[in-house]
């Protein structure tokens, strides 16, 4: 059974501490990509990367970094949390050639205090 | 304006009727374009895709593309409570794009 695993389901964290969401697949997959997503604003795609130390900024990469030391795993940074920065933080991967099915994890909740 | 735009609703249908749900887009680059269904408290999955203009057919899905007017929708038949959930467009060129999401309720 093919996966997409993110290290927390819940996290809280405090303002101005800095935060790191994990997330692991096991498919081989070139392409990962994290996205939050909050209500009325769907999935908005905050970087991806498509090589191991390759990374683009998506939509709404400010406050955050990422990085992508290995193929299989792909970390979001949050360099100092705001609280709006509380949403659901969801991980994708998916092969290189078409990008036609994404995998997600199961999300990630962060609420900032 | 957003590259994607998907009404959220919510919309809420009796058993056994029809779900029709659409997107919009701008982004003339996207070939590929995708419905995902997401369940309350889980990942988006993928229900179906489509290249480029056309009609798709899975069971009691049916996507259309219609790229000329930058327009794609999603037909759900017969539909069931099982079938509530929110569905998300995406669209494809490097990356991916998705919508805001629709939040379908199928009413037994």
Same mark, same amino acid.
């Given at each position: 059974?093919?996966?997409? /695993?993110?290290?927390?389901?819940?996290?809280?964290?405090?303002?101005?501490?800095?935060? $790191?969401?994990?997330?692991?697949?096991?498919?081989?997959?070139?392409?990962?990509?994290?996205?939050?997503?909050?209500?009325?604003?769907?999935?908005?795609?905050?970087?991806?990367?498509?090589?191991?130390?390759?990374?683009?900024?998506?939509?709404?990469?400010?406050?955050?970094?990422?990085?992508?030391?290995?193929?299989?795993?792909?970390?979001?940074?949050?360099?100092?949390?705001?609280?709006?920065?509380?949403?659901?933080?969801?991980?994708?991967?998916?092969?290189?050639? /078409?990008? /036609?099915?994404? $995998?997600?994890?199961?999300?990630?909740?962060? /609420?900032?205090? | 304006?957003?590259?994607?735009?998907?009404?959220?609703?919510?919309? +809420?249908?009796?058993?056994?009727? @029809?779900?029709?749900?659409?997107?919009?887009?701008?982004?003339?680059?996207?070939?590929?374009?995708?419905?995902?269904?997401?369940?309350?408290?889980?990942?988006?999955?993928?229900?179906?895709?489509?290249?480029?203009?056309?009609?798709?057919?899975?069971?009691?899905?049916?996507?259309?593309?219609?790229?000329?007017?930058?327009? @794609? +929708?999603?037909? @759900?038949?017969?539909?069931?409570?099982?079938?509530?959930?929110?569905?998300?467009?995406?669209?494809?060129?490097?990356?991916? +794009?998705?919508?805001?999401?629709?939040?379908?309720?199928?009413?037994?």
């Amino acid at each position: 059974d093919v996966k997409v /695993t993110q290290s927390s389901r819940y996290l809280v964290k405090r303002t101005g501490e800095k935060v $790191f969401l994990e997330c692991v697949q096991d498919m081989d997959h070139e392409n990962m990509f994290w996205y939050r997503q909050d209500p009325g604003l769907g999935l908005r795609l905050i970087y991806f990367s498509y090589d191991v130390k390759m990374k683009e900024k998506g939509d709404i990469p400010e406050g955050y970094s990422v990085s992508r030391e290995k193929k299989e795993r792909f970390s979001l940074i949050l360099e100092s949390a705001s609280t709006n920065q509380t949403s659901m933080y969801l991980c994708a991967s998916s092969d290189r050639g /078409t990008n /036609t099915e994404a $995998f997600f994890g199961q999300g990630t909740r962060l /609420t900032v205090v | 304006q957003k590259e994607v735009e998907q009404d959220p609703g919510p919309l +809420s249908v009796p058993e056994g009727a @029809i779900v029709s749900l659409n997107c919009t887009y701008s982004n003339s680059a996207f070939q590929y374009f995708m419905w995902y269904r997401q369940y309350s408290r889980k990942g988006p999955e993928l229900l179906m895709y489509t290249y480029s203009s056309g009609n798709k057919e899975d069971g009691r899905f049916t996507a259309q593309v219609d790229k000329s007017s930058k327009y @794609i +929708s999603l037909f @759900i038949r017969d539909s069931q409570p099982s079938d509530s959930a929110t569905y998300l467009c995406a669209m494809s060129d490097y990356k991916l +794009s998705f919508g805001a999401g629709t939040t379908v309720t199928v009413r037994a």
